[in-house]
């Protein structure tokens, strides 16, 4: 059975926390990648910027549904939802921009377990770190069909 370590891309483009919004999207499209890793100087994995990431930031957030009442506002919809889309709106750096909650793998995993774990969780790339948190790879959907074929 293959595993992370032989199907995952080794050359990846990352950006540092504080790398300008505008820099991450142009480094995305120069690249060709709809994800790009955020790392620190030891390249430890600290977030990721993805489309969906970069998406919202270019859209203007949806604003909840709200009652007046009594001088108040009663919202009719989750402001947890506005709020992370309102932060992302208003990014100005990686760390502002990322997703910072990242399914990683190991290197260990085999190609049962990635795509598993790609399909419960709805994710189209998973970062592969070491035990200390070290950015080694990614492995995308692509990587995923090279691997089968």
């Keep these: 059975m293959k595993t992370a370590k032989q199907i995952m891309t080794k050359s990846i483009h990352s950006v540092n926390p504080t790398a300008a919004v505008k820099t991450i999207i142009q480094k995305m499209a120069k690249a060709g990648v709809t994800a790009i890793p955020v790392v620190d100087k030891k390249n430890k994995l600290l977030g990721i910027v993805t489309e969906a990431d970069v998406a919202t ?6 604003t909840p549904r709200a009652i007046s009442l009594l ?3 009663i919202y009719l919809e989750n402001t947890e939802k506005y709020n992370e889309e309102l932060k992302k709106f208003c990014a100005q750096t990686a760390s502002d921009l990322m997703t910072k909650e990242v399914i990683t793998i190991n290197e260990n995993a085999t190609l049962d377990e990635i795509i598993a774990i790609m399909q419960e969780k709805q994710v189209g790339r998973l970062p592969v770190i070491d035990e200390k948190g070290i950015l080694k790879g990614i492995v995308t959907r692509t990587d ?3 691997a089968i074929n």
Excluded: D, F
């Design 57 to 62: 930031h270019e859209l203007n957030p949806h």
């Design 71 to 73: 001088g108040g506002l």
């Design 144 to 146: 995923i069909i090279k």
